[in-house]
Nanobody, 114 residues
């Protein structure tokens, strides 16, 4: 199953964006799916994960502002990002995992700037 992220763009601080990650097949082929991000000059970091059972977890830096969800009929993973901050600026990647196997989508750039 291949993944393709989209929905990035430029937004002012305090704004919102929704990222999408479309899967070429059934998203339940993955045990879990998640979002990661990589800011300029920094290592890629985990943002949020949702399991096939629907349990979600978030990095402390985004907790209360970001929401991960799935569109089952659409085979799509989402990341709703609210109250965006300049430090959220990064390339965002989606990932699907099943056991030790993982699939990564191509990143989508989010820029938060006034």
């Amino acid at each position: 199953v291949q993944l393709q992220a989209s929905g990035g763009g430029s937004v002012q601080p305090g704004g919102s964006l929704r990222l999408s990650c479309a899967a070429s097949g059934n998203i339940f082929s993955f045990n879990s799916m998640g979002w990661y991000r990589q800011a300029p000059g920094k290592q890629r970091e985990w943002v949020a994960t949702i399991t096939d059972g629907g349990s979600a977890n978030y990095a402390d830096s985004v907790k209360g502002r970001f929401t991960i969800s799935r569109g089952i009929a659409e085979n799509t993973l989402y990341l709703q990002m609210n109250s965006l901050k300049p430090e959220d600026t990064a390339v965002y990647y989606c990932k699907g995992s099943r056991g030790s196997d993982a699939s990564w989508g191509r990143g989508t750039l989010v820029t938060v700037s006034s």
